[in-house]
């Protein structure tokens, strides 16, 4: 991709000045780019090119500002082709139908997504506490024929979940419970063999219902985004934030997902409960 932004400056002749932060997301056949202190006509340039340098390309969006709100949405302004924000994402053997402004989506979790699905076994049971449009939940019950019950508080995201299910072929390994999980969490008595928690930014407020809804030596797969000089202070920050709240006898492996921003880490702690 940075090859393709630097090929993309070149045909816009917008000079060496552009500076595109944190690359450009591509999903299905949506480009979502940042731009910071470009003027308008120089951003619609740089769209215009970028289209026609990835072929695959129909939509090109800027987004602004960071992801916002309890659904983690993009705030969106589009800059060249087609003007619609649905599109179908392919990933890993999986195919998503995807609202890239009305649900939260990023394509560079994909390999963390695969790794998690090929660690799972069949005949586990699964929960999905922040599950999107499925791309965490679809793999693990396609690739590894696990049940899963997928949780999640947007109605946009639940509807093409399904969809995505039906797409899939997993509509008969996937449920979709639609609203808050720590309130279904009061209501259920399933237990799970392993709890995934891709929330980075509120994972924490969850993970004492994580506990609750876990079978004993459960695996937990917690993400959060920590603030860090390197990953070595990032796993230092994280492992004290754990301390405070799991059971003395859990065990954790912390590590590196991608780096989110200046001194910011997203960092996985795959969690072991139990002796």
Known sequence: MPRLISTAVERARIGSGLRVATGVDVVGDIAIVRLPG????????FAAALAAEVKNVRCVYEQEGGIEGEHRLRKLRHLAGEERTLTMHRENGCVYKVDVAR????PRLSTERLSIARSVSPGEKVLNMFAGV???????????????TSCEVNAMACRLHRENNRLNKVDGLVTVVRGDVSRWAET????????????????????????KLARKRATIHYYRHVLGRDVEEAGSALSKELASILPR????????????GPRWV?????????P
């Not at 063999?193 to 993970?207: C, G, N, V, W």
Request: charged share 30%.
């Open 134 to 148: 499925g791309p965490f939940s679809i793999p693990v019950a396609k690739i590894a024929g696990a049940k899963v």
């Open 249 to 260: 006898r859990a065990k954790r492996v912390l590590r590196k997902v991608r780096v989110v």
């Open 103 to 106: 649900c939260y989506f990023s």
């Open 38 to 45: 470009l003027p308008t006509r120089e951003k619609k340039k």
């Open 188 to 211: 259920t008595d399933l237990r799970f063999d392993r709890i995934l928690m891709p929330h980075p930014s509120k994972a924490d407020e969850f993970l004492p219902q994580a506990v």
């Open 266 to 274: 997203e960092m996985a702690a795959d969690i072991r409960l139990g």
